[in-house]
């Protein structure tokens, strides 16, 4: 069954739940989101009877939101406790401490961090909310002298989003700060299967226009990223399935890969692939994977038929974050037509309501290669040049 919530629920996720009848727990937010009207809607009395009744049933969430709902009316069931197990990064980090011995990280409450001992952190370091999502709060510190400012800014990036998502999405009561882990970063979608073996649907590159840059800008996939990296992660998944005991879970999961080959994981992000349902649309251009299928239908991929017959095309999700320094309430329009002039051949772009969420929407393109013109470009961009701002009355 699954669980829709805000923000988004993409054309795709509805048409393929609409298809395959699939049962929605009828909340207030349904009808809210979607635009069809043939969804098989169960109620939320009948949701927990079912799952009281079958702990193997599966459910799915387009969004972290619906964690809270989760909580309050499955406490009987294995998922809060694997949700709170993934979701919170210190505990999860102590969960795996034993696989990287030497790897550092600490917990600090948020009131904590303008008396926090910089002298006695490693530099440099990555530091984020414990809970989190998007890249919020995210901020590398590769100097001690930068973190006065770097301070500032989380300070104010939490004002300024702490009503944007709920508490279970995006807690900044508690931050984690850990090592720089130096490498190639990825994100994967998949799922634990009822006996706790991972299922991989996507993997795809995370790339930056810096050392510095820590935002969630690109993602792209092709075949080479599936083939190079199928195998390694699959071995790296089954750890943590065996130290984690999680079946019947769908993740998004974002790890590096050091240079000597180590696969370090970043975070697991629980009961739903990529956010803003991103990633399982990627998969349907990429590969004619639907994620939303397989999970449900307890697939695995036949990867070398599916890479057999596509292309060696590059293919990219844009995250179009709001980098240009101003509030979404001072932006009067966002010009997504000038936009896609930047791409060679867009394939859908998703707008997003900048005024509550520091986000502009999404671009999924296709194109020759990650390091194209286009894509180098967006990566460089503060999207200034496709704002207009408000005019403000005297």
């Given at each position: ?227 190079k990296n199928l195998k390694k992660m699959e071995q790296f998944l089954s750890e ?54 397989y999970f449900f239908n307890r697939q695995t991929p036949d990867w070398e038929n ?89």
């Amino acid at each position: 069954m699954v669980l829709l919530d805000k923000p988004f629920v993409s054309d795709f996720l509805q048409k393929t739940l609409e298809r395959n009848s699939y049962p929605v727990i009828d909340t207030h937010l349904p009808k809210e989101l979607v635009s069809t009207k043939a969804l098989k809607l169960i109620s939320e009395k009948e949701a927990i009877l079912m799952k009281q009744q079958d702990e193997d049933l599966l459910i799915y969430s387009n969004s972290e939101n619906s964690i809270a709902w989760i909580e309050k009316n499955l406490p009987f069931s294995a998922l809060p406790e694997k949700i709170r197990l993934f979701k919170n990064k210190i505990t999860f980090r102590e969960k795996i401490r034993d696989l990287y011995p030497g790897y550092f990280f600490r917990g600090v409450p948020f009131e904590e961090l303008g008396n926090l001992n910089i002298a006695e952190i490693p530099v440099p370091f990555i530091i984020k909310p414990a809970v989190g999502f998007f890249s919020m709060g995210v901020y590398k510190v590769d100097h001690r002298d930068e973190w006065p400012e770097t301070l500032k800014k989380i300070r104010q990036e939490v004002l300024e989003n702490q009503q944007a998502y709920p508490k279970e999405v995006i807690n900044t009561t508690d931050f984690i700060i850990e090592e720089v882990i130096e490498g190639d970063e990825f994100a994967i979608d998949g799922y634990f299967d009822k006996s706790g073996k991972p299922v991989i649907l996507n993997i795809m590159q995370h790339i930056f226009s810096s050392g510095k840059d820590v935002s969630d800008r690109l993602y792209f996939t092709s075949q080479k990223v599936i083939r190079k990296n199928l195998k390694k992660m699959e071995q790296f998944l089954s750890e943590i399935s065996r130290r984690t005991e999680v079946k019947n879970f769908p993740s998004h999961i974002e790890v590096r890969i050091t240079k000597e080959g180590t696969i370090i994981p970043i975070e697991v992000n629980p009961m739903r692939f990529g956010g803003w349902c991103s990633s399982p649309d990627m998969a349907w251009y990429a590969f004619g994977i639907n994620e939303y299928e397989y999970f449900f239908n307890r697939q695995t991929p036949d990867w070398e038929n599916i890479l057999k017959n596509r292309n060696d095309k590059v293919y990219a999700i844009v995250i179009l974050d709001n980098s240009t320094g101003m509030n979404g309430r001072d932006i009067a329009a966002f010009d997504y037509d000038k936009l896609l002039t930047g791409f060679r051949k867009p394939l859908s772009i998703r707008k997003a309501n900048f005024k509550e969420y520091p986000l502009f929407g999404l671009l999924f393109c296709e194109t020759d290669n990650e390091k194209s013109p286009e894509i180098t470009n967006i990566l460089r961009s503060n999207l200034r040049n496709f704002v207009k701002p408000r005019v403000l009355n005297n």
